[in-house]
């Protein structure tokens, strides 16, 4: 079992910045990716970013160049720093543990960026 758990959001004016974290716990071992998602009111939760255990980074073209995935191995915490937000980042940000033969989310955290 692993356990996610996000933080960090909150509310930002356009341009600002946020750093959200999701620390991990349980048989952290077994993480072989980190996800961030995000699901805005009346949407479908889309795909931000991952990461890989072996460092490979992928980001949707939504946020590339203004967000940037990171992960502390020793912390068993990964990062997502937001920069340069629009009010369309606006939504929850969810962490999720890519593990064999599961998968786990968090409970997410909430970002809101005001016009």
């Known amino acids: 079992q692993v356990q996610v758990v996000e933080s960090g959001g909150g509310l930002v004016q356009a341009g600002g910045s946020l750093r959200l974290s999701c620390a991990a716990s349980g048989r952290t071992a077994s993480i072989n990716a980190i996800g961030w998602y995000r699901q805005a009111p009346r949407n479908q939760r889309e795909w931000v970013a991952t990461?890989?255990?072996?460092?490979?980074?992928g980001y949707a073209e939504s946020v590339k160049g203004r967000f940037t995935i990171s992960r502390d191995i020793a912390k068993n915490t990964a990062y997502l720093q937001m920069n340069s937000l629009k009010p369309e980042d606006t939504a929850v940000y969810y962490c999720?543990?890519?593990?064999?033969?599961?998968?786990?989310w968090g409970q997410g955290t909430q970002v809101t960026v005001s016009s």
């Open positions: 990461i890989s255990d072996r460092g490979t980074i």
């Open positions: 999720k543990a890519f593990t064999t033969p599961r998968n786990y």
